[in-house]
C-alpha cells in the first residue's frame, strides 16, 4: 500500500474489535493501534505521560481527551504506523473524531468498520472473558489459562477484570451507546461507514471485512 491507510474499528465491548484488528493487522501490514494498550504501556514504561496517567488513574479520574490524543498522535510518527493503522478504542467520542481530523490532515480516515453485535451476546463475551495482567492475552473462562491463573504466552496472572463483571458491562454499553454510538453518523455521512455482522465464526468475520477492503481498493 502506498497511501497511509488509516481504519477505524468501532463496536460494542465484546464485539470482537481486538481479535479482528489483529488478524486484519498481519494481513495489510500495519500495526493494530489500541489506545488501552498504548495507555498500559506508558505507564509500564513510566514515560512522562504515563505518569500523568498513572497519577489521574490512581485519583480514580478519566483519561483526558488532550492525553489520549498525544498519545495516538506521537504513536503514528513511530516507524511501523508510517503506512498506516487499524484504530481500535479511538476515536470514542465526537471530539476524539475531529482530533483525529487534524492529526491525520490530508489522509484522513479511509474507511470505518462498525462490527454489530446484540447487547446480549456483548454480556456473554465480556462475563466469559479473562485476561492476563501483563501481556493482554485473553481467554475464555473455560480455557487452561483461566482456570489456572496463568498466562501461557508470558506466565503473568490471568484474571477477570472488574469491568467485565455484570454491573460494569451495563455500565459500559450506557457509555457506548451515549459517547460512540454517535460515531455512526459521523463517519456514514461521510460515506466511510460499513456495517459487519459481529455474530459470526471470527474467520467469517474476516473474510467479509477483508472483502469489503477489496472493493474499496484497501489491499
Do not use: W
Not at 41 to 50: H, L, Q
Not at 106 to 133: T, Y
Amino acid at each position: 500500500m502506498s497511501a497511509r491507510v488509516i481504519i477505524v474499528v468501532l463496536g460494542k465491548q465484546g464485539a470482537g474489535k481486538g481479535t479482528q484488528c489483529k488478524r486484519l493487522a498481519q494481513h495489510l501490514g500495519i500495526p493494530h493501534v489500541s489506545t488501552g494498550d498504548i495507555l498500559r504501556a506508558a505507564v509500564r514504561d513510566a514515560t512522562p505521560t504515563g505518569l500523568e496517567v498513572s497519577s489521574i488513574l490512581h485519583a480514580g479520574q478519566l483519561v483526558s481527551d488532550d492525553i489520549v490524543n498525544r498519545l495516538v498522535k506521537d504513536r503514528f510518527n513511530d516507524t511501523d504506523a508510517r503506512g498506516g493503522a487499524l484504530l481500535d478504542g479511538f476515536p470514542r467520542t465526537a471530539s476524539q473524531a475531529e482530533a483525529l481530523d487534524e492529526i491525520l490532515g490530508e489522509d484522513g480516515v479511509k474507511i470505518c468498520i462498525n462490527l454489530d453485535v446484540p447487547n446480549s451476546l456483548v454480556a456473554e463475551r465480556l462475563s466469559s472473558r479473562r485476561v492476563c495482567q501483563e501481556c493482554g492475552a485473553i481467554y475464555r473462562d473455560t480455557d487452561i489459562e483461566a482456570i489456572s491463573g496463568t498466562c501461557s504466552n508470558c506466565g503473568g496472572d490471568v484474571i477477570q477484570r472488574d469491568d467485565d463483571l455484570p454491573e460494569a458491562i451495563l455500565k459500559r454499553l450506557e457509555a457506548y451507546e451515549r459517547d460512540t454510538a454517535p460515531l455512526l453518523s459521523f463517519y456514514d455521512g461521510r460515506g466511510l461507514l460499513v456495517r459487519v455482522d459481529g455474530d459470526q465464526d471470527p474467520q467469517e468475520v474476516t473474510a467479509e471485512i477483508l472483502d469489503v477492503l477489496s472493493e474499496r481498493g484497501i489491499t
